[in-house]
């Protein structure tokens, strides 16, 4: 990545090079969402609320989090109607 | 070179179509609304090659715009009054990412209570959002600095947006002689835009990074810089454009009548040119009085001014539009200039002609004996219906 120091290094427009799926959110991440498929009855609730697009979908249709962008904000679990997400602290 | 009896808002339109506009976008809203259905028939009927974007609404408008001129486009778009209140937000953005949209505004008042007519407060509420301003005084300077305003943008030393506005009704819907440049004359002129310093096809790369405060101001400075330098390239823009054309309106501070008055009145668009009259009337009864016509508002014409200063001993600001509890917004930009100056004339600021009521003859000329002969610290409302008495 290029080294910017002081105005003249900078490009004329702020722009960005790299796409933003480079930013690995996860390290804003306190709590992670732990999925009970037990109870999970794959309505995708979760997936729609994420606000981060980090919900996705195994073979069988299950949510898994994508846990290099999950921040840890609990929407998915405050939204999910059968109870199946819990919030566990981060070691 | 033809001559059309064209409205303001058709010169804009004219002006667009000789950039060869490639994207324009816009949304209705009086008394904008005739310059983009006339750009609308342009493209309709193939006169014009460009995109024309339906949105709905202006906020929408001027991010098609910005997301075109990003990648390398001409784009042109219009509005007035509430839907330019309306793209506040995507004004800074275009600033921001140094794309050179290019705008007409026609000036009109703000609500409440609704009105349709002109003053300046639309545009004076977007001075910081990193835009060049023009105030157009005649249908013919509007066509000639629209074109203008294109090249200015675009310049590689600028690369900054660019307003230009007419006053409502007095020049959008009011028909005048326009000198109308051949294509070929505005293609040498104006030249298909350089690849765009933003964005490029191909190329993996995005608008709306992230800047911590280690660079945000560095980011600014590169602004500010900008429309510094578009100071000196406006006037070699000028000076090919009367080359071509034969018409030079002036630079950023045109005056009249100035060289040896001792009194000036600083004025906006169109109460110019009836102020012209009262000069006029008023050297005839031996008073020195003269005129500067802030032209450009940003960049704001500063050393003009100082050089101004040094040789008159009264200046009063003529302003359409009032900034609550300080003054009259162009008066307090005078004012700015000037104390930082070495040269400190008496300055006094007269408010007229909001929402439309006629700056006439009249007023201008009350606006012009009060400044000789009084000093007052206060922004005087010419003309105010009050039971109270004036200050």
């Not at chain 1, 919900?55 to 904000?73: H, T």
């Not at chain 2, 330019?84 to 953005?93: A, F, S």
Request: hydrophobic content about 40%; some cysteine.
């Amino acid at each position: 990545m290029t080294k910017y120091e002081v105005e003249e290094d900078l490009p004329e427009a702020p722009i960005a090079t790299t796409p933003s799926d480079v930013i690995h959110t996860s390290s804003w991440r306190t709590f992670r969402p732990v999925i009970d498929l037990k109870i999970c009855t794959k309505c995708n609730v979760c997936w729609k609320f994420c606000p981060d697009d980090a919900v996705a979908f195994d073979g069988e249709g299950f949510p898994v989090i994508r846990l290099d962008y999950c921040k840890g904000c609990a929407i998915c679990a405050e939204e999910c109607k059968p109870k199946a997400i819990t919030m566990v602290k981060e070691e | 070179m033809v001559e059309l009896v064209i409205s303001g808002n058709y010169a804009q339109s004219y002006a667009a179509k000789l950039a060869r506009v490639q994207v324009a976008s816009a949304y209705p809203i009086t008394p904008q609304t005739s310059i983009v259905e006339k750009i609308a028939e342009f493209v309709a009927s193939g006169e014009l090659q460009a995109e024309f974007i339906k949105v709905e609404s202006e906020h929408s408008a001027l991010q098609a715009c910005i997301s075109a001129a990003a990648l390398g486009a001409r784009t042109y778009t219009a509005t007035s009054s509430q839907g330019l209140l309306l793209m506040h937000e995507l004004l800074h953005w275009a600033a921001g990412a140094r794309t050179p949209v290019v705008m007409g505004v026609v000036n009109r008042a703000v609500a409440p209570p609704w009105s349709i007519w002109t003053d300046h407060t639309d545009t004076m509420a977007q001075r910081d959002t990193g835009w060049i301003q023009f105030y157009g005084e005649s249908n013919q300077e509007v066509l000639d600095t629209t074109l203008m305003a294109f090249r200015l943008a675009e310049s590689v030393e600028v690369r900054l947006p660019a307003m230009v506005t007419e006053d409502a009704f007095y020049l959008s819907h009011t028909v005048e002689p326009v000198d109308i440049p051949s294509q070929e004359q505005v293609d040498a002129f104006l030249p298909p835009r350089e690849q765009s310093s933003t964005l490029q096809v191909g190329t993996g790369m995005r608008l709306g990074s992230f800047t911590g405060p280690d660079l945000y101001m560095e980011f600014r400075h590169k602004i500010a810089r900008a429309m510094a330098r578009a100071r000196d390239v406006f006037l070699e823009v000028e000076d090919d454009y009367a080359r071509m054309t034969g018409r030079n309106h002036g630079g950023l501070l045109p005056t009249y009548k100035a060289d040896d008055a001792d009194t000036v009145l600083v004025t906006m668009g169109t109460a110019t040119t009836t102020a012209r009259g009262v000069v006029d009337a008023m050297r005839a009864d031996g008073h020195r009085v003269g005129l500067a016509k802030l032209r450009t508002f940003r960049p704001f014409p500063t050393q003009e001014l100082r050089d101004l200063a040094s040789q008159v001993d009264r200046i009063g600001v003529l302003d359409r539009s009032f900034t609550f509890g300080a003054a009259g917004a162009a008066f307090t930009e005078v004012a700015g200039a000037l104390y930082t100056g070495p040269h400190r004339p008496l300055l006094r600021d007269f408010v007229a002609g909001l929402g439309g009521r006629d700056v006439t003859e009249v007023t201008v000329r009350e606006a012009f004996l009060d400044l000789l002969t009084r000093d007052a610290p206060e922004s005087q409302w010419v003309e105010l219906k009050s039971r109270q008495e004036a200050p």
